[in-house]
């Protein structure tokens, strides 16, 4: 990217896109990737995630339930106040020569 103001030429660092040219076709090092990961939860702690999720949609629906009838209920917002009514324009000043 050119700077314009001094005409310095600057260079970007690469970026990873640009690198992503399909050129690389060499087989990655099977040895270089990480082992499986241990900390998986089981099917009983995911069904147990699941209904406490489920559990806390249906406790937001009733609150948000509540809230609009709540809603309805309520007394009709007041009508806008008016303004005040802004004063005349005063009259252009006399101005008489020489005095």
Known sequence: MANYVFGERRTD???????????????????????????????AQRDAQMKALEDHRARNRLAADALEEKAQTLPPPLPPQTLPEPMAVPPPPRIREGG
Do not use: D
């Open 13 to 43: 660092p690469p970026s990873p896109i640009q690198a992503m040219t399909g050129k690389e076709t060499a087989y990655p090092n099977l040895a270089t990737v990480p082992p499986r990961p241990t900390n998986l939860t089981t099917q």
